[in-house]
């Protein structure tokens, strides 16, 4: 949504290389979050971050690690250890409350060729 | 079991047609409720929020029965427009604001 920028929209990568996804927010938001979607099926949580300098895994964090040294931004990053990374990858926030609801970028688009 | 089912469709419908869809999900100390509309290759969006007392936008009705564990979303005068998949989507209790995403229902609106 306005105000969340994800980079590249699309990205093409060798098996055994490490990729890194950006996700920048201009909203003032405390958390943000870092989703996969594969074809047919439901959005998967892989990390999030309530507060700047802390992160927690989500449900398929494993081959994924991240970073949140600034309110602005949470870098997803693609290690050669994810063994199907081929997805689409959204990153998204929310203001603070856990009643709030949550904002998405436009998308990165993975595929491992 | 998944923790929110929704039927996957697709629903093919014409121009003005009253349209429902709906979702079950398994944890009922879930907080809250949200529908969700997702265009293709696009980032969903919210549509709105899913209230007990039941909520209405415009042509779009959500219902919650916290009982039954149960959500729908109503569309009615389907439009062109309305064609995109619509994800359930259920917070889980906690403090962690964690979403839980059905896969989506498909809707396709013919003229």
């Known amino acids: 949504d306005g105000g969340i920028t994800q980079s590249p929209k699309y990205l093409f990568r060798k098996e055994g290389q490490n990729v890194t996804l950006s996700c920048e927010q201009n909203l003032n938001h405390d958390a943000m979050y870092w989703y996969r979607q594969d074809p047919g099926q439901g959005l998967r949580l892989i990390y999030y971050s309530q507060i700047v300098n802390d992160f927690q895994k989500g449900d398929i964090a494993e081959g994924y690690s991240v970073s949140r040294e600034k309110k602005e931004s949470f870098p997803l990053t693609v290690t050669s250890a994810q063994k199907n990374p081929t997805a689409f990858y959204l990153c998204a926030t929310q203001q603070g409350s856990v009643a709030d609801t949550q904002y998405f970028g436009p998308g990165t688009r993975l595929t491992v060729l | 079991r998944k923790e929110v089912e929704q039927d996957p469709g697709p629903f093919n419908v014409p121009e003005g047609a009253t349209v429902a869809f709906n979702c079950t999900y398994s944890n009922s100390a879930s907080q809250s409720f949200f529908w969700y509309r997702q265009d293709c290759r696009k980032e969903p969006k919210l549509l709105m929020s899913?209230?007990?007392s039941g909520n209405e936008d415009g042509r779009f009705t959500a219902q919650l029965n916290r009982a039954s564990q149960y959500i729908s979303l109503l569309i009615r005068d389907s439009k062109l427009s309305d064609s995109a998949t619509y994800l359930c989507?259920?917070?889980?209790?906690?403090?962690?604001?964690?979403?839980?995403f059905g896969q989506g229902t498909t809707l396709q609106v013919k003229p």
């Open positions: 899913v209230y007990s």
């Open positions: 989507v259920v917070r889980s209790s906690g403090n962690t604001g964690k979403l839980i």
